[in-house]
């Protein structure tokens, strides 16, 4: 089973365990409006598209408020089955998709109270820690610094290039894959001026 694969049956196990009305990091989104995202993202060719392209976002988003609609447990059999074969992710999944789930079971987790990061295989740090670089680059790509990231065995990768200042991010790849990502509530150490670290983390690394 691929990583992308575990974390798809963690996320639903997530899910369900904190009800469909449960919130998530997905701005107002719920559990329910994520699991009928990523049903979209993965059955709805029609609509897919708009996920990403804003002059067809108003469809999806009406499709994706009737599929959310659906019965709870339809739901989550639908994310837990992943890409049918005739779509396009189901052949790409293990690619596509690692990011998606582990990205959005954090979504699920850390947007209660309490939450701890989990503790990963090394296998699976260092698969995140690939994706982080490449990541990085998108998210941070209009930081008027130059940024660095870091994980704990010391290895750094520079994802982006500019000004004088210069931000390291410093934690464990999953974290700095979340961060990269866009998302804030984190366990990460930074290290440099206050006013380029502020620059940094306070980035729009949505893409």
Excluded at 62 to 82: C, F, H, K, M, Y
């Amino acid at each position: 089973m691929t990583f992308a694969r575990d974390e798809r049956l963690a996320l639903v196990d997530s899910m369900a365990e904190f009800g469909p009305d449960a919130p998530t990091l997905c701005g107002t989104w719920t559990n329910r409006d994520l699991a009928a995202h990523l049903i979209v993202r993965e059955r709805r060719l029609d609509a897919a598209p708009g996920i990403v392209v804003g002059l067809l976002a108003g469809y999806t988003e009406r499709v994706q408020n009737e599929t959310a609609t659906r019965p709870w447990s339809r739901l989550l059999d639908e994310v837990r089955s992943g890409p049918p074969m005739w779509s396009p992710m189901y052949w790409v999944d293990a690619q596509v998709n690692l990011g998606e789930m582990f990205v959005h079971h954090e979504d699920v987790r850390r947007a209660h109270d309490g939450w701890e990061p989990r503790v990963l295989p090394a296998d699976r740090q260092d698969a995140l820690w690939g994706l982080a670089r490449k990541v990085g680059k998108l998210g941070y790509r209009h930081a008027p610094v130059t940024v660095v990231l870091e994980r704990p065995s010391g290895e750094q990768a520079t994802v982006r290039t500019a000004g004088a200042g210069r931000v390291i991010l410093r934690g464990e790849p999953s974290e700095l894959t979340l961060h990269a990502f866009g998302r804030n509530q984190v366990r990460i150490e930074t290290e440099g001026e206050a006013a380029d670290i502020e620059a940094v983390t306070s980035l729009d690394r949505g893409f």
